[in-house]
T-cell receptor, first 113, second 111 residues
Framework: DADVTQTPRNRITKTGKRIMLECSQTKGHDRMYWYRQDPGLGLRLIYYSFDVKDINKGEISDGYSVSRQAQAKFSLSLESAIPNQTALYFC????????????FGSGTRLTIV | AQSVTQPDIHITVSEGASLELRCNYS??????LFWYVQSPGQGLQLLLKYFSGDTLVQGIKGFEAEFKRSQSSFNLRKPSVHWSDAAEYFC?????????FGKGTRLHILP
């Protein structure tokens, strides 16, 4: 099993729908992150969490919300999806202390039509 | 403000040739520095990282990178590329809280 698992792998949904992307990890890491990747823009941070009670906005949090249900689970929600949220979404984890780098999931390709 | 610049969007090299991918950053203190690789349809894999010590770091798959504080650079190198190195490469910098990524350099390999 993968260390960081994202579900679903692919999703097509309609404008205005609510959608949740899920991430779970077996690394035992405290920190979890959500990024979106768009061609030519690299990865941009949406939200991050240092523990269950600590949630922080990233650079592009508008239109998104998150929930840290447990140390191992971190969900990203789009309350009312819009087409410009079509992107590849990655969850990542890290141990305390950023110098160790991140472990990434395989990504969720989300298309809003 | 913190930022990462990868000046080259695309680079093409011949198989067996040497490679250097450039990365420049802006950060308030000595940052943690990373290079990640993303193969088509895949997630990101950590190639190497620097956070202290020797400024020349070795990574997986024969890659190395050199931290040059005076130039705010962390360029990735490989002496001889293989066709399997074709991928997108991301430089990243950060501290204890979060990492920011460059926009990536897509590497193409000519046979």
């Amino acid at each position: 099993d993968a260390d960081v698992t994202q579900t679903p792998r692919n999703r097509i949904t309609k404008t205005g729908k609510r959608i949740m992307l899920e991430c779970s990890q077996t690394k035992g890491h405290d920190r979890m992150y959500w990024y979106r990747q768009d061609p030519g823009l690299g990865l941009r941070l949406i939200y991050y969490s240092f523990d269950v009670k600590d949630i922080n906005k990233g650079e592009i949090s508008d239109g998104y919300s998150v929930s840290r249900q447990a140390q191992a689970k971190f969900s990203l929600s789009l309350e009312s999806a819009i087409p410009n949220q079509t992107a590849l979404y990655f969850c990542a984890t890290s141990d305390s202390g950023g110098g160790y780098g991140y472990t990434f999931g395989s990504g969720t390709r989300l298309t809003i039509v | 403000a913190q930022s990462v610049t990868q000046p080259d969007i695309h680079i093409t090299v011949s198989e067996g040739a040497s490679l250097e991918l450039r990365c420049n950053y802006s950060y308030g203190a000595t940052p943690y520095l990373f290079w990640y690789v993303q193969s088509p349809g895949q997630g990101l894999q950590l190639l190497l990282k620097y956070f202290s010590g020797d400024t020349l770091v070795q990574g997986i798959k024969g890659f190395e990178a050199e931290f040059k504080r005076s130039q705010s650079s962390f360029n990735l190198r490989k002496p001889s590329v293989h066709w399997s190195d074709a991928a997108e490469y991301f430089c990243a910098v950060g501290g204890d809280d979060k990492i920011i990524f460059g926009k990536g350099t897509r590497l193409h390999i000519l046979p």
